[in-house]
């Protein structure tokens, strides 16, 4: 767990956080920090997001979890008013939930091609939907997408995801001018390879090393380097920034 936030009470306070993928790696970060800048979290994975829940209590704040496959739509329109019950509202997204598999073109099928489209970009469509009724009611919204710095990289082996990574810088965009009239802001963070439990798992310490090198910050990436810029962009700082897409990764890649 990162240490507590020294910062004063910020516009976080009260405000009620659905995190996606919020069992580990970027998504139990940025529950944990929303957390102790004030804000209620609903942590959503489809695996169990104990651990997130127990961080969020010990700063104070109140957290519920719910497990889904968010790129099915039956399950997300069943999910859709256990969110909103929670508090009666949502005022932040942060869709973060996704896969980084490696496939060589020649070997990718259909199947797994469509299933890597489903969870990074459909699953983001899908929540966005579920929530964005709530925020437009009440005037006041934030929707932060994890996207990707490799689509500024020459990276192998990776066509299907970053297929579904440019889709999601498209989205933000394209959902930015949709939703703007209604006070919700919609923007992307794009990180790079971290040490994170799926980036030791599919990528590896050894290229992890690798790619930091490559850094002008020369050292891995962490789940803690996005998490301020994820409460940035869910803050009220953010009124006026809105279809962006930030790369938060130690300088690697100029876009």
């Not at 910062?7 to 995190?19: K, L, Y």
């Not at 192998?156 to 989205?171: C, I, Q």
């Amino acid at each position: 767990m990162s240490a507590p936030s020294t910062q004063s009470p910020s516009s976080h306070t009260g405000r009620v956080a659905v995190v996606t993928g919020a069992a580990g790696g970027f998504g139990h970060a940025i529950a944990g920090e929303l957390a102790r800048r004030g804000a209620d979290i609903i942590a959503v994975d489809l695996d169990p997001a104990d651990r997130t829940v127990e961080a969020v209590a010990e700063t104070g704040r109140r957290a519920v979890q719910f497990q889904a496959d968010l790129s099915d739509p039956e399950q997300v329109a069943a999910l859709a008013p256990e969110l909103l019950g929670f508090a009666g509202r949502v005022d932040i997204l942060v869709n973060n939930a996704g896969v980084f598999p490696f496939r060589n073109v020649f070997e990718l099928d259909f199947a797994q091609w469509k299933r890597t489209q489903e969870i990074n970009i459909d699953s983001q469509f899908l929540m966005a939907k579920a929530v964005m009724g709530s925020m437009r009611d009440n005037g006041w919204g934030r929707i932060v997408n994890l996207a990707s710095n490799s689509l500024g990289l020459a990276v192998p082996d990776m066509v299907h995801y970053m297929a579904s990574k440019g889709a999601v810088v498209g989205f933000t965009r394209a959902l930015a001018s949709d939703l703007a009239p209604y006070g919700i802001t919609v923007n992307a963070i794009s990180p790079t390879a971290s040490r994170t439990p799926g980036g030791r798992q599919f990528i590896g310490d050894d290229m992890l090393r690798t790619v930091a090198d490559m850094q002008s910050i020369k050292r891995v990436g962490t789940a803690e380097d996005i998490v301020g810029l994820a409460c940035f962009l869910s803050s009220d700082d953010c009124a006026f920034i809105t279809g962006q897409t930030i790369v938060a990764d130690g300088g690697l890649v100029r876009l």
